[in-house]
């Protein structure tokens, strides 16, 4: 369920680190990405800032209440684009399919993001297990699941209808950590918001957006950032 601290939600709308050594590279025919809905916006904002032509295909934010459900539904989307003559990528992480999304990506030639979940992609490995060693009932935020918490959140788990059971959903997190990219006062209030329903006080930790823009970037121009074979030959 979204109510856990490797909740990854996603919904239907929304600097290359130098050292890494990918330089930008033209696209000469669009690239069919599906994307996790929560990562759509980064993904079209990636593109556009290096002028390659992309098409994103974002799943449903409901389908990581039920993450068994991803590594088919991008099979049978891949296989139509594939099918239509498209290069396909994939914006995702693992996110919960526990390999099986890596099966997809090899058996049919696909590239996916990095790390377990979205919030390796943002925060790094390294921090975001830290984070959980010190506290594990922390609930991690996204600015995504903050903007949206009301309905991915409140209204899948019924909250809206029966406010009491949220005593029952978040009765083993202890905080509520919000990985932030860009902290604004709406954002802020949401997050503010969304701790508020599950009773738990918030941390904020500002981790920007350079990880989540390298990962991309490795994706779109050369697949580097998951198992499958490169896109770098078909890209350039």
């Not at 696209?27 to 990405?33: E, H, L, P, R």
């Not at 526990?98 to 590239?111: F, I, W």
């Not at 990985?179 to 904020?204: H, R, Y």
């Amino acid at each position: 369920m979204i109510a856990s601290s490797s909740n990854c939600p996603s919904r239907s709308e929304p600097g290359l680190d130098p050292s890494d050594g990918v330089a930008p590279q033209a696209v000469d025919t669009a690239v069919a990405v599906i994307a996790c809905g929560a990562l759509a916006a980064a993904v079209r904002s990636a593109a556009r800032a290096r002028e390659w032509a992309v098409e994103v295909h974002p799943l449903s934010a409901l389908m990581h209440d039920r993450p068994e459900r991803i590594a088919p539904r991008v099979a049978e989307l891949a296989g139509r684009l594939q099918a239509a003559g498209k290069r396909v990528a994939v914006a995702y992480a693992d996110c919960g399919t526990y390999g099986a999304l890596d099966e997809v990506c090899t058996r049919m030639g696909l590239t996916r993001l990095p790390g377990l979940h979205c919030y390796d992609l943002l925060a790094g490995e390294q921090q975001v297990n830290a984070l959980l060693a010190e506290e594990p009932g922390t609930y991690l935020l996204t600015d995504f699941l903050a903007a949206s918490f009301t309905r991915t959140v409140v209204a899948e788990l019924g909250l809206d209808r029966h406010p009491e059971l949220a005593a029952d959903y978040f009765r083993h997190y202890r905080r509520v950590v919000w990985l932030s990219e860009s902290p604004t006062p709406e954002l802020a209030a949401a997050a503010g918001a969304a701790a508020g329903v599950m009773g738990l006080p918030l941390e904020t930790v500002v981790v920007g957006r350079a990880r989540l823009d390298a990962a991309l970037e490795r994706l779109l121009a050369g697949g580097r950032g998951g198992p499958g074979p490169s896109l770098l030959n078909a890209l350039t």
